[in-house]
Nanobody, 129 residues
Framework: QVQLVESGGGSVQAGGSLRLSCAAS?????????MGWFRQPPGEEREGVAT??????????YYADSVKGRFTISRDNAKNTLYLQMNSLKPEDTAMYYC???????????????????WGQGTQVTVSS
C-alpha cells in the first residue's frame, strides 16, 4: 500500500519561505519513476508545481513557469522523503499542496495531475500580503 504523507504547510507572509516534506512508504522504486508536487487553489483545478523523473541514473526536473527560480524540488532517498523548498512566496501561491508519485508518466503529463496515480492528503499553504 503506497502512502504519501505531506507536512510543513502553514501560514506565512509574502516574501517568506516554507519547506514541504513528503514521506513515502510502501512504494517500490523501479529504475524509472516520477514524484512531484501539485497544488490546488480554492475553487481552481489542481496544477503541477514541480516534478522530477528519474530513469537510467539520470534525473530530470520540471517546474511550472510561475515558480521557476523560487521553488526547488529535492529528495532524500535514504529517508524516502521528497521536499519542496518554497522561497519568495506570493499570495497567489496560497493553495493545498499535494505530493504525488507514479512509475513512469508520459513526458507530456509530468506536470499534469492525470500523469500520477498515488497522492497524499495535502498540506495547506497560506501566504498573506
Amino acid at each position: 500500500q503506497v502512502q504519501l504523507v505531506e507536512s510543513g504547510g502553514g501560514s506565512v507572509q509574502a516574501g517568506g519561505s516554507l519547506r514541504l516534506s513528503c514521506a513515502a512508504s510502501g512504494y517500490t522504486y523501479s529504475s524509472s519513476y516520477s514524484m512531484g508536487w501539485f497544488r490546488q487553489p480554492p475553487g481552481e483545478e489542481r496544477e503541477g508545481v514541480a516534478t522530477f523523473y528519474t530513469s537510467g541514473g539520470a534525473t530530470y526536473t520540471y517546474y511550472a513557469d510561475s515558480v521557476k527560480g523560487r521553488f526547488t524540488i529535492s529528495r532524500d532517498n535514504a529517508k524516502n522523503t521528497l521536499y519542496l523548498q518554497m522561497n519568495s512566496l506570493k499570495p497567489e501561491d496560497t493553495a493545498m499542496y499535494y505530493c504525488a508519485a507514479d512509475a513512469s508518466p508520459p513526458s507530456w503529463l509530468l506536470l499534469r495531475p492525470e500523469g500520477f496515480t498515488y497522492w497524499g492528503q495535502g498540506t495547506q499553504v497560506t501566504v498573506s500580503s
